[in-house]
């Protein structure tokens, strides 16, 4: 038999995915979307970027092969990015997004009454695929308030001004390749200095189930940065790698005393996912979580 | 698989005897992996669209 691996015939659906589904499969499991047509498709200088129209969670974009976006299930990653962070400072004035080239980040941040935001994405091809295919996540792009630069955010942000920003969200990719670096405790250090004292940071920390390792190595890497508080918080997001993702807030020790939570209950902004007790319950960790991370610094 | 999940089916009914063979092919462990008691008051919080699809339901 040699090192060949056997060959199983599953029952029922998964005998039928083919070239009609889309599937972004890593560590042996897959997610897959069944879809109706392929909008658009073109290589940047930096990535494949594709468009489809799905049968059940309307269009994705897709980079490199992997899932950033639903138009049926976006919302959650979006509003749980920024909205948690955005009640945990006292008063977020100025902003700064790495990444974010959907502009869907940027759409929920421009809900509260920000001062400026300023977003660094490296490929200015996601924007304008944007713009096209998911123009409702692309209404801030015109706003004033808004300063959008295309450039590598380790190189911008190595050079930019320290004590400068109130809330800093991480929209990265999967760390793969380039983005790597964004999950690195020196990168994390930068984040730190352009901060101001009680700034408050956001990370996108990939899946608590399937990136255990990735998500303690983050918080890891935060603490060494400098930022002695860390909350993870998770929540379903059915479209990316075993339907629950997470996002990491990090800052000073003020983190530790909690949210504006009467003016997050009191949110002048309709939401889909995001309220204040959802807020809170989503810092609660399961059994598993709590024993994997307690080493964690 | 728990004892207490057990006790739900008659002794000797078809689930009563599929928990059993279940039971004794995935044994109990003893802590629970991911419950305790934030996580059941938190599982019940509800995010905004599910507030509103469930405010019709009876």
């Not at chain 1, 994405?121 to 692309?138: A, I, K, M, N, Q």
Request: glycine content about 8%.
């Amino acid at each position: 038999m040699g090192d060949a691996l056997p060959v199983f015939r599953c029952p029922g659906v998964a005998v039928m995915l083919d070239e009609n589904w889309f599937s972004e499969a890593a560590q042996g499991f897959a997610m897959s979307l069944r879809l109706q047509r392929k909008l658009h498709e073109e290589r940047s200088p930096h990535q494949l970027i594709s468009v489809y129209e799905t049968e059940s969670f309307g269009r994705l974009l897709a980079l490199d092969g992997l899932t950033m976006l639903t138009e049926r299930d976006h919302f959650i990653y979006h509003e749980m990015l920024t909205h948690p962070a955005h009640f945990t400072h006292r008063e977020p004035r100025d902003v700064l997004i790495v990444g974010g080239g959907d502009c869907g980040t940027l759409s929920e941040v421009l809900r509260h009454p920000v001062r400026s935001v300023v977003q660094v994405e490296l490929d200015e091809r996601v924007t304008r695929v944007s713009e096209r295919y998911f123009p409702g996540l692309c209404g801030g792009l015109g706003d004033a308030r808004v300063r959008l630069v295309f450039q590598d955010a380790v190189d911008w942000i190595a050079r930019a001004p320290s004590d400068t920003y109130d809330v800093l969200l991480l929209d990265t990719t999967d760390p793969v390749g380039q983005a790597a670096r964004l999950f690195s405790a020196p990168f994390y250090r930068e984040c730190r200095r352009v901060l101001r004292p009680d700034g408050v940071l956001a990370a996108q920390t990939e899946s608590p189930f399937l990136d255990l390792e990735l998500l303690r190595g983050a918080l890891t890497a935060m603490g060494e940065a400098g930022f002695p508080v860390r909350r993870l918080l998770h929540f379903p997001q059915c479209s990316y790698p075993s339907g629950w993702w997470s996002v990491t807030l990090a800052g000073a020790a003020g983190l530790a005393e909690g949210f504006r939570a009467e003016e997050a209950a009191a949110k002048a902004f309709p939401t889909r996912y995001y309220n204040a007790r959802v807020h809170e319950s989503s810092q609660v960790l399961p059994e598993f979580l709590l024993h994997q991370l307690k080493e964690a610094p | 698989m728990s004892a207490r999940r057990l006790q739900h089916y008659p002794r000797g009914s078809a689930l009563s005897g599929w928990w059993s063979v279940t039971a004794k092919v995935f044994p109990t462990r003893r802590r629970a992996m991911f419950g305790n008691a934030r996580v059941h008051e938190s599982s019940q919080v509800l995010p905004e669209f599910l507030l509103h699809q469930l405010k019709e339901a009876p």
